[in-house]
């Protein structure tokens, strides 16, 4: 599918109201580069260019003019079935993603089987200097290694990360209120000795207070270690 065929063919799956939705719950990026699909359109549209096997010209075609564009990168990556390909074409893409749902989305299916090899790059994409592949590297850790793989120095590398961008620590404090939730014992003590930075603690509490994974009284006692942010 060249450039023009696949243009024309997110424009016919554009859904107005979708789209205008978006725009404000992707408020960074160009509004005009949203043609507004639905993810199950996209996701559809990706599994048939993989199944096509024509999509390593579209990889290659970077920046991409669309925002769905975006998507379908992500969603093709995350279908690729051999390691070795699927992180050269991540590590190709990881500097051109520019929001959240981009980052977000964008979760490799063959990591599962790779945790080794995931890790190594884990550690590298979170002394990025680019925000997404840095949020990108504490997804990753949140989907991979809060279960049976957890160990401490996880939550370790994520608790020493420093950043001025919003969506870095709204990725660090989702990813403690997780933590919170499926490792409640282990990762406490990150917050009750304040291991994050005032706004990051107090949003990994709020987050963990609306989940429902953790319990009344552990909600009752994380609101009780929220501090005091000092204003300048």
């Known amino acids: 599918m060249d450039k023009a065929d696949l243009h024309s063919k997110l424009h016919e799956l554009q859904d107005l109201k979708y789209r205008d939705m978006?725009?404000?719950?992707?408020?960074?990026?160009?509004?005009?580069?949203?043609?507004g699909v639905r993810t199950p359109a996209l996701k559809t549209l990706a599994k048939e260019i993989l199944k096509a096997g024509d999509y390593k010209e579209f990889l290659m075609e970077?920046?991409?003019?669309?925002?769905?564009?975006?998507?379908?990168?992500?969603?093709?990556i995350s279908g690729i079935k051999d390691l070795n390909e699927c992180m050269e074409?991540?590590?190709?893409?990881?500097?051109?993603?520019?929001?959240?749902?981009t980052c977000d989305q964008m979760s490799p299916k063959i990591f599962k089987k790779h945790k080794e090899e995931l890790l190594?790059?884990?550690?590298?994409?979170?002394?990025?200097?680019?925000?997404?592949?840095?949020r990108f590297g504490v997804g990753m850790?949140?989907?991979?290694?809060?279960?049976?793989d957890f160990d401490l120095?996880?939550?370790?590398?994520?608790?020493?990360?420093?950043?001025e961008e919003y969506y870095v620590n709204m990725m660090i404090a989702w990813y403690f209120a997780t933590a919170l939730a499926k490792q409640y014992e282990s990762v406490l003590p990150f917050i009750e000795q304040k291991r994050l930075d005032?706004?990051?603690?107090?949003?990994a509490i709020q987050k963990s207070v609306e989940s429902y994974r953790i319990?009344?009284?552990?909600?009752?006692?994380?609101?009780?270690?929220?501090?005091?942010v000092k204003r300048s």
Request: aromatic share 12%.
């Open 120 to 134: 190594v790059r884990v550690k590298k994409w979170t002394g990025s200097e680019k925000p997404y592949t840095i």
């Open 22 to 35: 978006q725009k404000k719950i992707i408020p960074n990026i160009d509004p005009e580069s949203i043609i």
């Open 153 to 163: 120095c996880y939550p370790e590398m994520v608790a020493k990360l420093r950043s």
């Open 198 to 203: 005032d706004w990051t603690h107090n949003k």
């Open 89 to 101: 074409e991540l590590e190709k893409f990881l500097p051109y993603v520019d929001n959240w749902a």
């Open 62 to 76: 970077l920046p991409h003019k669309y925002f769905e564009e975006n998507q379908l990168q992500a969603f093709i």
């Open 141 to 148: 850790l949140m989907e991979h290694f809060l279960d049976d």
């Open 215 to 228: 319990s009344e009284e552990q909600k009752k006692y994380l609101k009780s270690l929220k501090v005091v």
